[in-house]
């Protein structure tokens, strides 16, 4: 596996970084089968692994913990904080000074570690100055429990706002984006992308699948699709005209898999990571055998009529569905509208 550059760290990453929110009850809740797959990502040359605290209520952390406890120098560890760890606790959530110092105290007891060496900020604030966010991360890179510092779903302007502050006040950066990216999401190449190439961030993007529709599984023909019970929303609701849109591209890019000798899986994470701007794609295997099919996308490279069908398929920078572009703020608040 052909390592990259994380922006301008020094630091080294494998082209695929291991998503560990299937482990645990969101997902797999055969702890020693999630162990093994993390080994089997391992061996197979992966060395970026990704996770969250609030992943399956802190689970997933514990897991990836025991999976790395005797191979913890073999792995760029990131993890992550903000989402609501006690949903009757304000605080037990967001970017307060308050809230990371505690927090970051339990992921490294869950992770097993004395230090996280990413540590992401889930999700914007807007109720937060990002300055206060920004000078207690700044202090556990200080101290040491914390090597870099990154952001996730940020918009443009919120990664140079991010940016800007850091400069100003004389604190440590985030050094990372991480947004959502696939052949059906690609409202990230308008701004997101190249902001934070600008910036010399890397990039590490998730959801390569959109969630399931790049599967392979969700077909016209199929019997069942990402309208189950267990995805209900918007997102996953077949009768909407954009979720259609998203069928008919599916179909056409399973077609151009096939003529290509690619599986559907194959072609779309190889699309990820063609772009020059993405440093990682994040895969969120679930079963021994969803790894499997992730991995060989590592190393498929995509000539140019076949990128060149895709953007027909989806313009770029345009996102199928506009409520996949989980980043930011998604819409027009009615007190941002000129009405």
């Known amino acids: ?166 400069r100003e006040r004389h604190l440590e950066r985030f050094v990372t984006e991480q947004p959502p990216y696939s052949v059906l999401v690609r409202g990230i190449e308008e701004d997101v992308l190249p902001t934070a190439r600008r910036h010399g961030m890397g990039t590490l993007t998730y959801s390569p699948l959109a969630g399931g529709w790049l599967s392979g599984r969700y077909r016209r023909d199929a019997h069942s699709g990402p309208a189950s019970a267990a995805r209900p929303g918007a997102r996953f609701d077949m009768s909407t005209p954009a979720n259609q849109r998203k069928l008919d591209a599916v179909e056409q890019l399973a077609l151009l898999a096939d003529t290509s000798g690619l599986s559907l899986i194959e072609l779309a994470v190889a699309f990820v990571l063609h772009h020059p701007g993405v440093t990682s794609a994040i895969i969120g295997p679930r079963t021994m055998e969803q790894l499997e099919a992730f991995l060989p996308a590592a190393d498929v490279t995509l000539p140019t009529d076949v990128l060149d069908r895709i953007d027909e398929i989806v313009a770029p920078g345009v996102t199928v569905n506009p409520v996949d572009n989980s980043y930011g703020d998604t819409t027009l608040r009615p007190d941002q509208r000129r009405r």
């Not at 790395?68 to 993890?79: M, N």
């Not at 606790?89 to 007891?109: A, H, K, T």
């Not at 992401?120 to 914390?146: F, Y």
């Open 1 to 166: 596996m052909h390592y990259r550059p994380l922006g301008r760290t020094g630091v080294q990453v494998s082209p695929l970084c291991l998503g560990a929110m299937m482990f645990g009850p969101w997902g797999n809740q055969d702890e020693a089968d999630s162990v093994r797959i993390i080994h089997r990502a391992l061996d197979a040359g992966v060395n970026f692994v990704d996770t969250a605290d609030v992943y399956s209520g802190g689970v997933s952390e514990e897991i990836v913990g025991k999976a790395l406890k005797d191979r913890r120098d073999d792995v760029f560890l990131a993890t992550k904080f903000f989402m609501p760890m006690d949903q009757d606790d304000p605080n037990q959530r967001g970017g307060s000074r308050r809230w990371i110092i505690r927090e970051v105290e339990n992921s490294l007891r869950r992770l097993g570690t004395d230090h996280i060496d990413l540590y992401q900020v889930h999700r914007p604030s807007p109720d937060t100055d990002v300055a206060e966010t920004l000078g207690a991360l700044s202090d556990l890179v200080h101290q040491g429990k914390v090597r870099y510092l990154g952001s996730s779903s940020y918009s443009g302007s919120q990664i140079v706002e991010a940016q800007w502050v850091s």
